[in-house]
C-alpha cells in the first residue's frame, strides 16, 4: 500500500509540473507568438530544457538505485553516493563546456532552417550558451532526487520540477512587466534564459534538502570513483529511453526550422501532447515498473508479465485513444481557447493546429511504448530498449525531412507519428518473442470495444462542433465555454459507450477507486 501511494504522489505531482510547465508555454505564446524570440529561445534552450524535465522527473532512477543497494555497507554506501554525484558534476561541467563552445554548430544541427536568418540563429545562439549551467544544475538534481527516493523520500523530488515551473513563470511575470513587447530580441532572449536557470537552480535546492543528513560523503578517492563510473556509464540507456519523446521533438523540430515560426509552433503543439502522455508515463514509470519488479522476485507465484502487461496496455489505450482523437478533431479551436492571444495572432494558430491535428494521433503510440519500456527495463531487457530507440530516430529524421516540403508543418508532425509506430512494432515484436506481452482473448476483446468507442466519440464530437463554428469564432469565454461543452460531451460520450460495450466495467472502476 505504502508503494501505490507513493506512486500517486510521484503521478499526481508529475501532472501537476505538466500543467504548470504548460501554463509557462502559454505565457511565452502569449508574449513571443511564433515569433523571432520564441522560435530563437525554443532552439537555444531545447538541450537546457529536455535535461531539466527528464531528470527531475526520476530519469537516473534505473540506473543509480540498483547500485546504492548493493554497496557492502551503510559507510561503503554514502562514499559511493559521494563519488557519484562528484563525477556526474564533473560530467555536468564538461558537457556545459563543450556546449557553450560549439553553440553555433549544436543551433546548426538543431535548426538548419535558421542557416541565412541572422536574428534566429544568433538568439539562438545567445540563449543557448546563457543557460549551458542548466546541464550540471539538472545533472545534479537527478542524482539528489535518486538518493532521495533511495531513502523512501518521494514527494519533494515530484515537487521539484513543478516549484521549478513556478519559478520560471515568476520570471515570465517580471519580463510582462518588464515591457516584454518593447525591449530587444536579445534582451528578452536572456530574460527566458535566466528562467530556465532559475528553473534549474530550484529544482537542485529542492532534491538537495530531501536527500536524508549524514547520507552522502564526499569522496575523491580513487577507488570509490571507480566503484562510481559504472553508474555514470549505466545512466546512458535509461536516459535515451526517457528522452526518446523529446529526442523526436528536436528531429522534428529540425525539420520545421525552414518555416518562419514553426520551430515554435511544433513546440506548442507537443505540449499539448505531452499533458496526457505524462500522465501515462508517470503510472507506467511508478507503478507498472515497481509492481513488474515485484513479480519478477515472486516468479513461482505463478503470475506472469502477461496480466500486468495486458492490464497496462489496456489502460494505456484506455487513457490516450480518446485524448489522441479528441486533440486531433478539436485542434484548432484548443490551440485559439488555450494560446490566442497578446503576439500569438490568428496565423500562429493555423500554423501550430495543423502541427497538432496529426501529432496528437502519435499519442497512443507513444503511450503504449512506454508501457512497454518499462515491461523491458523490469526483465532486464535494457539492450532492447537501446536499440530500438537509436534505430526509429533516423526513421523519423527521414520521414520528416521528406515530408515538410509538401506537407508543410503537418510534416514533421509525420516523422513522429513514423518514429514511434516504428519503436512500437520493435519493441512489441522483441517482448512477444520472449512471450511478455501475450493479450488474453478477453482484453483483446475489451481492446475492440474501447476503440469503438473512441472512434465513435470522436465523430460524435465533429458533429457537435460543426454545430458550433460560429461560435467557437468568437473567441473569449463564449468560445471557452463551447469547447468545455464539447470535451464534456466527449467524455460522457466515450465513458458511457465503453460501459455500454464491455470496454470497461463497473466493478472493475470501483475496485481501484477502493485501492
Not at 402 to 417: F, K, T, W
Amino acid at each position: 500500500m505504502a508503494l501505490l501511494r507513493h506512486a500517486s504522489t510521484v503521478a499526481l505531482l508529475t501532472l501537476v509540473s505538466r500543467v504548470l510547465g504548460f501554463a509557462r508555454d502559454a505565457g511565452v505564446a502569449a508574449l513571443f507568438g511564433t515569433g523571432v524570440v520564441a522560435d530563437a529561445s525554443v532552439a537555444g534552450l531545447a538541450v537546457p530544457q529536455i535535461a531539466r524535465r527528464l531528470l527531475g522527473e526520476g530519469a537516473l532512477n534505473a540506473a543509480l538505485l540498483p547500485g546504492l543497494a548493493r554497496a557492502e555497507d551503510e559507510a561503503a554506501r554514502r562514499r559511493l553516493a559521494g563519488a557519484t554525484l562528484v563525477l556526474f558534476a564533473l560530467a555536468g561541467l564538461v558537457l556545459a563546456g563543450l556546449f557553450f563552445l560549439f553553440m553555433p554548430a549544436v543551433v546548426a544541427v538543431l535548426a538548419p532552417g535558421f542557416a541565412g536568418d541572422g536574428p534566429r540563429a544568433e538568439g539562438a545562439v545567445l540563449a543557448g550558451r546563457l543557460a549551458v549551467v542548466c546541464l550540471p544544475l539538472a545533472l545534479l538534481a537527478g542524482v539528489l532526487a535518486a538518493f532521495a527516493n533511495a531513502a523512501g523520500r518521494f514527494a519533494r523530488p515530484a515537487m521539484a520540477p513543478a516549484a521549478a515551473n513556478l519559478a520560471v513563470i515568476a520570471l515570465l511575470v517580471l519580463l510582462w512587466l518588464a515591457g516584454a513587447h518593447t525591449i530587444s530580441v536579445s534582451a528578452a532572449l536572456a530574460w527566458l534564459a535566466a528562467g530556465a536557470v532559475a528553473g534549474a537552480l530550484t529544482q537542485f535546492v529542492l532534491n538537495l534538502a530531501a536527500v536524508p543528513r549524514g547520507s552522502i560523503r564526499l569522496s575523491l578517492a580513487p577507488a570509490d570513483l571507480k566503484a562510481a563510473l559504472p553508474l555514470l556509464a549505466g545512466s546512458a540507456t535509461p536516459l535515451l529511453a526517457a528522452a526518446l519523446p523529446q529526442l523526436r521533438f528536436l528531429i522534428a523540430a529540425a525539420a520545421a526550422s525552414g518555416i518562419g515560426g514553426g520551430v515554435a509552433a511544433l513546440f506548442y503543439a507537443t505540449r499539448l501532447v505531452e499533458l496526457p502522455l505524462g500522465l501515462v508515463g508517470a503510472s507506467a514509470g511508478a507503478v507498472l515498473l515497481p509492481a513488474l519488479a515485484g513479480e519478477r522476485e515472486e516468479g513461482e507465484a505463478g503470475i506472469g508479465d502477461t496480466g500486468l502487461g495486458a492490464g497496462g496496455i489496456t489502460a494505456a489505450l484506455a487513457l490516450s485513444l480518446p485524448a489522441a482523437l479528441g486533440l486531433a478533431v478539436l485542434a484548432h479551436p484548443i490551440v485559439v481557447v488555450l494560446f490566442e492571444r497578446g503576439a500569438f495572432d490568428a496565423a500562429a494558430s493555423e500554423l501550430t493546429a495543423s502541427a497538432l491535428a496529426l501529432l496528437a494521433l502519435t499519442l497512443p503510440a507513444q503511450a503504449l511504448e512506454k508501457v512497454l519500456i518499462a515491461i523491458a527495463f523490469a526483465r532486464g531487457l535494457s539492450r532492447l530498449v537501446t536499440l530500438c530507440s537509436l534505430v526509429v530516430l533516423p526513421v523519423g529524421a527521414l520521414v520528416g525531412f521528406a515530408a515538410v516540403g509538401p506537407l508543410g508543418m503537418a510534416g514533421p508532425a509525420l516523422g513522429v507519428l513514423a518514429s514511434s509506430l516504428v519503436a512500437l512494432a520493435g519493441l512489441a515484436t522483441g517482448l512477444g518473442r520472449r512471450r511478455l506481452i501475450v493479450l488474453p482473448k478477453p482484453s483483446r476483446r475489451r481492446l475492440a470495444r474501447l476503440v469503438v468507442a473512441a472512434l465513435a466519440m470522436a465523430a460524435a464530437v465533429m458533429a457537435a462542433r460543426q454545430g458550433l463554428e460560429g461560435v467557437l469564432a468568437q473567441g473569449g469565454l463564449v468560445a471557452a465555454a463551447a469547447l468545455a461543452g464539447l470535451v464534456m460531451l466527449g467524455g460522457a460520450a466515450y465513458a458511457g459507450l465503453a460501459l455500454v460495450l464491455g470496454g470497461a466495467d463497473l466493478a472493475t472502476l470501483r475496485a481501484g477507486l477502493r485501492k
